[in-house]
């Protein structure tokens, strides 16, 4: 991936996409996440019209009559990021890679978190937990976990994506919203999701290149996993070949949605020849009106 000009990119889209941000994603932002919900704020005497299920019945016993307990919103939200930094996201067929418009989605949510006031995290990981990031306030920090995105050179190829699901599941104590970002080309994961979306909001983001979709017309060619480095022989020039790849990935694609679905983790995808701001915006006004 070519830094300078991703750099380059992420500036441009804080300068000329500051006030779609802040109007569009950020207006939308609060609405359509489920963040921390209600929070105790007080018990005070109960009166007719209450809910008599909110009686506080160890205050009641104390002061001698029916006392209620009163909530409050919690208005502060945490978005934490979980980041796929495996060698697959280096890849790209087109202009961009997998890695480039991640970094540019990362970006996007971190702006949207400042213009919000909310902490904003991120776990970097491949097979390991490359970098972690605990969630902060503040311009500076959003800025920061960019900077390690466009940056960091992980050590590890693989991906591990259940130990990054676990980890940030164990240390996030407060309810927030989970963002996973990868192109979820790896296995095992799925039970440790199910733990995550039952305490948080979790959304899957689904990285997706013009490959995943279609196989080229082309010659016999070596392919090599760059998490693996396995090699195995692409027979572009075969119909059924290419047939075969389409149908492997629709299912794979079909299969993920509905396991996300079924543990109530929203997903979106967003493809490397497409505008992330302009995905994302569309995602946040459709679960707007749900």
């Known amino acids: ?101 991640e970094s540019l989605l990362v970006s996007l949510l971190a702006f949207a978190a400042v213009a919000n006031n909310d902490r904003v995290g991120a776990c970097f990981f491949t097979d390991r937990i490359e970098n972690w990031l605990l969630p902060k306030k503040g311009k500076k920090h959003a800025l920061s976990i960019i900077q390690d995105m466009i940056g960091f050179e992980p050590t590890g190829k693989g991906s591990n994506l259940a130990l990054a699901i676990k980890t940030a599941g164990e240390a996030l104590k407060r309810r927030g919203i989970c963002v996973i970002l990868s192109d979820f080309k790896t296995t095992g994961y799925f039970r440790d999701l199910s733990t995550l979306a039952h305490r948080h909001d979790v959304i899957a983001v689904r990285i997706v290149d013009p490959l995943d979709t279609e196989y080229p017309n082309s010659g016999l060619v070596q392919l090599e996993d760059p998490e693996s480095s396995r090699v195995i022989l692409g027979a572009g020039s075969s119909r059924t070949y290419r047939k075969q790849y389409q149908e492997f990935w629709q299912l794979h694609t079909r299969q993920w949605m509905r396991e996300c679905n079924r543990r109530g983790v929203a997903t979106l995808e967003v493809r490397t020849d497409e505008d992330p701001a302009q995905r994302l915006i569309h995602f946040f006004r459709n679960r707007a009106k749900r």
């Open 1 to 101: 991936m070519d830094n300078a000009r991703l750099v380059a990119k992420v500036k441009r889209m804080r300068l000329v996409s500051t006030k779609l941000v802040e109007n569009l994603l950020a207006g939308n932002y609060r609405s359509v996440f489920r963040g921390p919900g209600i929070e105790f704020d007080e018990a005070r005497e109960y009166v007719d019209g209450d809910d008599a299920r909110l009686i506080d019945w160890n205050v009641s016993s104390r002061m001698g009559t029916a006392y209620t307990k009163v909530f409050r919103e919690e208005r502060e939200l945490t978005l934490f990021l979980i980041v796929d930094m495996s060698g697959s996201l280096f890849f790209g067929a087109g202009d961009s890679s997998r890695r480039e418009t």
